[in-house]
């Protein structure tokens, strides 16, 4: 078993974002996670595609793109033209998330689909074959630093029977409060990519805090074999 890692920008230092950006592209992580906030749908501004465009020039690592905005299907295209791999929008944003999945497709993007912690997994029965990934918010989205919301361990384990019942793809993300102590219970419960803000750009040392949540993969890897 592997766990994928897609530290959130959201806790960097902007003052020293091009340092920042270096300190991702030398570290193990996987991917980097951008939060897009409209001070609508969520109760803070972040930053938007000035900031996603210089990153994305920098950064060798797939940008994973978290839109927590109002009409998430206005910006399908000017995400595309960053070079994004993937854009996941709320379901709590889309009438037609259908419509808004095979947009994304069109436009050359791995499609997510998030869901904020009051709304259920079950809600994603009909669509869970056409999306690439299903992101869990383990806190209500707007900030980072949040502690973690406990019920997400379960809802990760109902995702996790939704996606192999279905014959689906879809990889499991959690955004939100992950740190040493819920990433190893996220990963036994089927989490496949950590995303991680705080944790890993407050780090004494963020290079060692990723290599930790990495070894978490391994570390599951190697007492699942001594078990079977
Ligand atoms: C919150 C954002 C998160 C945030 C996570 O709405 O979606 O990505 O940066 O921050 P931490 O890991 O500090 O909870
Ligand atoms: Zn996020």
Redesign the pocket.
Known sequence: MSVLVSP?LLSANFLELGREIEMINRSEADWL?L?VMDGVFVPNISFGFPVLEAVSKVCNKPLDV?FMIVHPEFYIHQTARTGAMMMSVHYETCIHLHRVIQEIHAAGMKAGVTLNPSTPVSVLEDIIRDVDMVMLMSVNPGFGGQKFIENTIRKVQRLRRMITESGSNALIEV?GGVQQETAPRLVQAGTDVL?SGSYIFKAADPLAAIHGLKALGNSFAQSNCKTT
Request: overall charge negative; glycine content about 0%.
């Open positions: 959130s996670h939060d978290h955004d995303v």
